[in-house]
């Protein structure tokens, strides 16, 4: 509680009295908190490649290194490094952009289909690789008003997700339901599910978090920067939306995703 005092005086300039103020700071306090410990995380985030770009850029530059595959697996390490970095970044320059509501939402109608048949074509390479099987049974006549880009990237992180976290021979679809509320078909709800390693109950109500990673190792391995479902989230709230999570460990999990049909356009 924050406390300030001011004297009062009436019109002839006589005292009247004292106006004390109190200021409930403790939001306040809450978000700079938050904002510092996201600051200690991000400068945590980034001091690892840096460290190993440095470190390998050194051993090569002190000619230590004679052999010339070993040189060049040095090399690509400081390659998949700086890619990393650039990944990061763009990650937390992303997030600050939605957080500080830099980036407004802009409205039009989209066909399903169409959105998830050009999403699946950037991801079929990925889910080939690993013989997964990628399928979604959306028809053609089914619209969402949402923004273009922000579900694009909504659901292309979801689906990279689910393909990272998937053994090979697995599978992984997007499935839809319409939702009514009384007569009115309000809700389109989205369903991702995968058949990958699962999510451990005790971590299902975090993974959401900046930075929260179940195995910090392999979620580095597969490129990733921790920052994605909370990008998604921010993203689903923006369209008014909401996003869950149901998985079980050795099964699979399941990312449930609800997003109003129209918008009243402020
Ligand atoms: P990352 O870049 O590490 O993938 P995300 O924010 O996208 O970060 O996800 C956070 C964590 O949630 C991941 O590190 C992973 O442990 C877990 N996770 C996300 N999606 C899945 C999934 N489909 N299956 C299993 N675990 C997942």
Redesign the pocket.
Known sequence: LHFDGVPMFENDGSYRGMLFLLHDVTSIRRLEVMRSEFVANVSHELKTPIAAVKGFAETLLAGGVKDEETARSFLQIIYDEGDRLNRLIGDILELSKIESKRAPLEYAPIQLKELFDSIFEVLQSAADKKSIVLHHGIPEHMFIEGDEDRLRQIFM??L???I???PDGGRVKVETQIKHEGSEEEKIKFI?S?T????PKK?LPR??E???????A???N???????????KHLVELHHGTIT?E?KVGE??S?ILELPFMHNLE
């Open positions: 992180n979801l990279s997700n689910a990272n976290y998937t991702i995968d990958g390693i699962g999510i971590d993974i959401f900046r930075f929260y990673r179940v195995d910090k392999r979620s580095r597969s490129g990733g920067t921790g920052l994605g479902l909370s990008i998604v999570v998985s699979g999990s990312f």
